[in-house]
Structures are given as C-alpha cells and as structure tokens.
C-alpha cells in the first residue's frame, strides 16, 4: 500500500482452506491482493494490514499492536476492484473500523457495528465498498454504547448492474473516496467518492447529515471523526455471503452465493486537499 510512507504486510485474521490454494494471496510485487474461490457459504476470509511481517512463533494475539491505523480526515484512499466473477449474494467488503476491541473473543480483537458474531464486542465502522458484480454500497455505521448498535445502513447507496449502467462491474473499476474537512481540520464535513470505469466517470456527495427515526448519519459522521483523531481506524478486507443484495431484489433470491473470489490493487492513501478544494453538489445519477 503506497502513501503515507507505510510499508504494509497483509495480516490473514484467520486461516481458511479455499478450494484451490490459500484463500488471500499477493502477487505483482505486493499491488493486488487476490480473495480465491471459499469452500463453502460459512466461510468468511478476512486480512487487514501490519506494520511488520509476523515473526516465526507469533500469535494473532501478539500481533495486535502492529496493526496499521489511519486517521482519513482530509485524506483519500484509491483502490482498483474487480468483483467480475462474484454473483449476488457474495460480497467483498472494504470498512475502516475502531478495532481492536480489548472485550473482543475474536481473532485479533476484531469488532464491528454489530454486536454478535462470537467476538461479544461492536465498534464504530465505515464501509468503503461491499459488493459484487451486481450490487454496490457504502453506508458509516456507529455502536451505540452500552447496548445494541445504531445503524446507519445504506447512507448513501448506489447500485452498478453491470454494463447497462456507467459504471460497469462486470469488470475492473477504480474507487476514489475522498473524506473531505471543509469546515474543520480534524472532523468529516462531506465524503465524496469518485468510481470509473472504461471511460466512464460517476461522482457521488454525500454530506452525512440525513436523521431518521432509526439513524443519525451526522452523529456516526462525528463518532467516526472522534475514533479516527483519537487512534485512527483499522482498514479491513473481508469475502463474505451477502444477504442485503437478496432483499432488495437480487436477482434468483433463492440461489447460493457462488463463492468466487476477487481483487484489489494499486491501493494508495494519499492527502485529499485537491479533490475536495472545490464544494461540489452531485446528485447520485446511478439508481
């Protein structure tokens, strides 16, 4: 991963067995990070990034505190994804999350918005892409404290359906996403992100103000500004099923993922002053 003069090594949270080789390799001298094909629909293959290569004899546990963190207030991550062969209800997931987590049980104190999947600890989440070749998201989600999470599910939401859209996952594309800090230095004003591909560009802007009964998007956006000035956030890739696709009309509801895998590459984090010097109103034009 270039930018911020870090050198990263990939930290597998847990070791799987795919169906043909590792589940997580790295090749083109460390740009892409290939998910291979999972054995079956429980299995979920999940890296985030270290600072060292773990020595011989180390445990997840030791390496806790070698996990990268980035603060991303003014700054920008560019990535590029192919998710071409992963079918609805398959998802590649990219989140920046408050982990660790000291309650965690779970592997390298992983934690997420949501309370559960035997690690018994949430923690504030930011989803940058979760996916497939059909469907596409971002959302920011906050644990409430002390109790069940308060979600802020799909704010904002795109979708892509393939090529008869403009932004076509059926086959490579770049992500730009932009955490933008107009009004202040150290808090998130406005996340912007940026997906081309082929020769099309779609600019989505999403101010993270939106209240409803159930979400408070400007008080995640503020939560996840405090969590990334105070310790920065863990960034975490994970291959994974997906129902959220299914419920909103994904198409053959009743099948399987097909446990394909995918990549990312070209990974950079880099000072988003330029991409967000200028105030821009986009309304989303993908739907």
């Known amino acids: 991963m270039d930018g911020e003069a870090m050198d990263a090594f990939v930290l597998k949270a847990t070791s799987f067995q795919c169906t043909s080789g590792n589940c997580v390799q790295i090749s083109d001298a460390g740009l892409t990070l290939s998910f291979g094909q999972r054995a079956d ?3 979920t293959s999940r890296v985030h990034f270290s ?10 546990e030791m390496e806790v505190d070698h996990l990268l963190k980035w603060n ?18 398959c998802m590649a997931g990219l989140s920046f999350l408050g982990m660790p987590n000291p309650t ?13 999947q035997g690690c018994d600890a949430n923690c504030m989440q930011m989803d940058l892409f979760a996916g497939n070749n059909e469907y596409m998201k971002t959302s920011v989600k906050a644990s409430k404290a002390g109790g069940g999470p308060a979600l802020c599910g799909k704010v904002p939401t795109y979708r892509s359906f393939g ?3 403009k932004i076509d996952t059926t086959g490579k ?8 800090n107009d009004t202040s230095e150290s808090s998130i004003s406005r996340i912007e992100m940026d997906l081309t591909s082929g020769g099309s560009t779609e ?7 939106e209240e409803t009964e159930f979400c408070n998007a400007s008080t995640a956006i503020r939560d996840v500004s405090h969590q990334m000035n105070a310790t920065g956030m863990v960034l975490s890739i994970v291959s994974d099923s997906w129902l959220e696709d299914a419920s909103d009309g994904c ?22 002053h330029d991409l967000c010097k200028f105030e821009r109103n986009f309304a989303v034009s993908v739907v």
């Open 41 to 43: 629909q429980h299995q």
């Open 51 to 60: 600072d060292r290569c773990p020595p011989v004899g180390s445990t997840l």
């Open 72 to 89: 991303m207030i003014g700054k920008s991550i560019r990535y590029d994804m192919d998710v071409s062969q992963m079918g609805c209800r």
């Open 104 to 116: 965690s049980q779970c592997p390298l104190k992983y934690c997420d918005a949501i309370q559960g």
């Open 163 to 165: 090529p008869h859209r």
């Open 173 to 180: 594309f770049n992500f730009v996403t932009s955490f933008c």
């Open 203 to 209: 600019t989505f802007f999403q101010t993270m103000t």
């Open 251 to 272: 198409l053959g509801n009743d099948k399987h993922c097909n446990l394909a895998g995918f990549s990312i590459s070209n990974m950079q984090i880099f000072s988003a």
